[in-house]
RNA sequence: GACCGGUUCGUCUAGGGGUCUAGGACACCGCCCUUUCACGGCGGCAACACGGGUUCAAAUCCCGUACCGGUUACCA
């Protein structure tokens, strides 16, 4: 029988970290097998479900490109079936009615509540199968519940035994009876309940493979009390370790916000790719020294028996922004930034661009502009231009999300750029004389490379072209003359024309700005000015 | 409280009785490169929770303790 297994979220919230890694994992477990990767939204909480969380989730497993086999099960289309299965469970007398009045919610969380309970009832000496309808006769049972009397259906769950079962990561999980209660498998209102549900939905989809958070662990034992009442026999369950906060706590959308949600990732510039990556490797790891995993050796590589058993740490620092998500997670992001094929790199810096109003469609041109002077490797298979290419791929190095290009690239694309205070500071205020120098400069470039202009084409004359070498003689020479350090020429000029102070090599950003745009830049007094 | 699970550098992890004076990655620190730098190169700091066993030999196996987590709903 072929592997079928499913990813199966609660839409009450975006999708969070955590479940993105389960996701993850159905996935690449399908597709390392061969298998099916369904995709099923557990809806039966009307109260705290919303088409809106729904939304959210798709749009994050999209981002994720985790793309589901088959249609999309809702669970609340099947509570029917639901309803169908806990009667006939009832009526075979493997569940029973409950008409103990439902419990009003009290003045404590819900969580407080729950454990005060089962303190309470941990103290005195009922245990689990002390609910008094429990016992009375069918009869009874029938007569209360045609005169219209509430019940809930509980699963009548036998006095002695255990359930087990072999988990793929945990290992043989066992349980005894008495420390499982008789579980709701219906409501008094007539909605089944989540355990119901599952086992319902995983069977009706032909389930073969259930992973899924280690939180459902004791879940699992109630479920195979179902599959047993059934008559059915249970998949194959997989327990993944929790993800948790730097504090070893929940990391939960109420405490910690924006950073467990998948789209904050999308909206702040990460590669969907990188972020796979940096996911795939918390909690799992294929026991080899290596990081960088493309999806397709993710796929190959991954198995259940690689799954860690403890739970890992999500880490960032709260009010830190160099590290408000997890370093790793930021590396990641910047290692494929600066690595990944230029090519699959591009579309991304182009939507990118094309958000900040940055994009101009001579970008798109096609190579017309053949002769570089640097020679590139840099194929122009592409739709893109060659000065684009060069471009993105000079700036790349030193970026960490996608963001990068439009604000600490900016210069590269646009003439509206701010220069950054503190770079005006060090590299310019500090030395008055740039206000004359720099200008001065542009003189020189101008005489110097007059007739030339970037692409640095032969331009044919005797004139030298505006190429690194040819600029740092010139600069060279022009900072001797005045008796500075080319340090002091360089990282002025580098302020004024990308508005920072960290880059590339100066005499690259020299060339790929062109002669034009230099001498424009070298001859603003805005530094001064404003 | 009860039941279940977990515990290797700050974090992600390798390791499954001897090859472990415990390896890699991120972060951090230092040096180098350099006109700057968040690129790159080299190096450093830093861990087997604790206590008992078993064994010639334990990070690895067993037991206990501690700590952390999960669950204990007519939530999912």
Redesign the pocket.
């Known amino acids: 029988m072929s592997v079928r297994v499913r990813f199966a979220p609660?839409p009450t919230g975006y999708l969070h970290i955590g479940s993105a890694r389960t996701a993850l994992f159905n996935y690449l477990y399908a597709r390392h097998v061969g298998g099916k990767f369904l995709l099923r939204i557990?809806d039966?909480?009307i109260a705290?479900s919303n088409e809106e969380s729904t939304r959210s989730i798709l749009e994050g497993l999209a981002w994720l490109e985790l793309g589901h086999d088959e249609e999309v099960v809702f669970q609340s289309d099947n509570a029917d079936k639901h309803r169908e299965t806990a009667k006939s469970l009832l009526a075979e007398g493997k569940a029973y009615r409950?008409f103990?009045?439902?419990?009003e919610p009290g003045d404590s969380s819900?969580?407080d509540a729950?454990?005060e309970?089962?303190?309470a009832s941990?103290e005195g000496s009922a245990g689990m199968r002390a609910n008094p309808y429990r016992l009375i006769s069918e009869v009874e049972s029938d007569t209360r519940a045609a005169s219209g009397e509430p019940f809930?259906i509980r699963l009548k769950v036998s006095e002695t035994g255990r359930t087990a079962f072999d988990d793929a990561v945990?290992?043989i999980?066992?349980?005894d009876y008495a420390?499982t209660?008789d579980l709701?498998l219906l409501?008094?209102?007539g909605?089944p309940?989540?355990?119901l549900a599952v086992v319902c939905d995983d069977i009706e989809m032909g389930i073969t493979h259930v992973i899924r958070g280690?939180?459902?662990?004791?879940?699992t034992h109630k479920q195979i009390l179902i599959y047993e009442a059934l008559g059915i026999t249970p998949p194959i369950f997989a327990h993944l370790p929790?993800i948790?906060a730097p504090n070893?706590?929940?990391l939960s959308k109420r405490k910690h916000g924006e950073i467990v949600s998948m789209t904050t990732y999308r909206d702040a510039g990460f590669l969907a790719a990188a972020f796979r990556n940096f996911l795939a490797?918390?909690?799992?790891?294929a026991?080899e020294?290596k990081?960088i995993y493309s999806l397709d050796e993710l796929i190959a590589k991954f198995s259940l028996e690689?799954i860690?058993?403890?739970?890992?740490?999500f880490?960032f620092k709260e009010n830190d922004p160099?590290?408000w998500t997890?370093?790793?997670a930021?590396?990641f992001n910047a290692e494929y930034i600066?690595t990944m094929p230029l090519a699959e790199l591009l579309p991304h810096v182009k939507a990118e661009l094309k958000a900040n109003k940055l994009w101009k469609d001579e970008y798109d041109s096609p190579i017309t502009d053949e002769g570089l002077a640097n020679g590139s490797e840099l194929t122009a298979d592409s739709h893109y231009s060659t000065w684009f290419l060069h471009t993105v791929d000079l700036i790349r190095?030193?970026f960490?999300t996608l963001k990068d290009f439009s604000s600490?690239g900016r210069a590269y694309f646009s003439e509206d750029y701010d220069l950054d205070a503190a770079a005006v500071a060090k590299n310019l205020t500090k030395f008055p004389e740039l206000r004359e120098w720099l200008p001065e400069l542009a003189e020189r470039f101008e005489s110097e490379f007059a007739g030339a202009n970037w692409p640095p084409a032969d331009t044919g004359g005797s004139d030298k072209t505006f190429t690194e070498e040819n600029i740092e003689a010139v600069v060279k020479a022009f900072a001797e003359e005045k008796g500075t350090k080319?340090?002091v020429i360089?990282?002025g000029a580098?302020t004024l024309l990308t508005g920072?102070?960290?880059?590339?090599?100066?005499?690259s950003v020299f060339e790929i700005l062109g002669l034009e745009r230099t001498l424009m830049r070298l001859r603003s007094q805005v530094a001064w000015n404003g």
Request: hydrophobic share 30%.
């Open positions: 609660s557990e039966t909480d705290r409950d103990t009045p439902k419990a819900v969580k729950i454990k309970r089962a303190r941990a809930a945990y290992g999980q066992e349980r420390d209660e709701v409501r008094s209102d909605h309940l989540y355990n280690q939180d459902h662990l004791t879940n929790l948790l070893k706590g929940k490797l918390l909690g799992w790891s026991g020294e990081e690689g860690h058993r403890s739970n890992g740490i880490n160099r590290h997890d370093d790793k930021i590396w600066r190095q030193r960490f600490q080319l340090g360089m990282n580098r920072v102070a960290v880059g590339p090599s100066m005499l």
